[in-house]
Nanobody
C-alpha cells in the first residue's frame, strides 16, 4: 500500500504562483509514474501533468502547458507541481496520484493506483 500526501495548497491572487508537493510513503518509491489532477465543483477530475519516475519524462495537459511544471526528487520520494500565472479558473481541489505500473497512458484517472486526499487551491480575481 502506497500512501500519497499532498501539501502546499492555499489562496493566491490571480497572476501569482504556488508550489504543490506530493510525498509517497514508501522508503523508495519504485512505481512507474506520478501525476497531478484537479477537480472543480461539479466537474470531473482532469489530468494536469505526469512524470515518469524512472526516466523523468514529463507530460502536460494543453490547458496548463507553459504555466505548470512537474518535477521530482527521487531521494525524497516527492513530486512537485510549480504553478505560475494562476487564473481564477485554476481554482479546484488538486490531487496527486501514484501509478505503480504502466496502465497504457498517463492521462486518465484509471491509469493510477493510489490517490492523495487532495489540497484546495483558490485563485482570487
Amino acid at each position: 500500500q502506497v500512501q500519497v500526501v499532498e501539501s502546499g495548497g492555499g489562496l493566491v491572487q490571480a497572476g501569482g504562483s504556488l508550489r504543490l508537493s506530493c510525498a509517497a510513503s514508501e522508503p523508495t518509491f519504485s512505481g512507474y509514474a506520478m501525476g497531478w489532477f484537479r477537480q472543480a465543483p461539479g466537474k470531473k477530475r482532469d489530468f494536469l501533468a505526469a512524470i515518469n519516475w524512472r526516466d523523468g519524462n514529463t507530460y502536460y495537459a494543453d490547458s496548463v502547458k507553459g504555466r505548470f511544471t512537474i518535477s521530482r526528487d527521487n531521494s525524497a520520494n516527492t513530486v512537485y507541481l510549480q504553478m505560475n500565472s494562476l487564473k481564477p479558473e485554476d481554482t479546484a481541489v488538486y490531487y496527486c496520484a501514484a501509478d505503480l505500473y504502466y496502465h497504457g497512458s498517463y492521462y486518465g484517472t484509471s491509469d493510477y493506483d493510489y490517490w492523495g486526499q487532495g489540497t484546495q487551491v483558490t485563485v482570487s480575481a
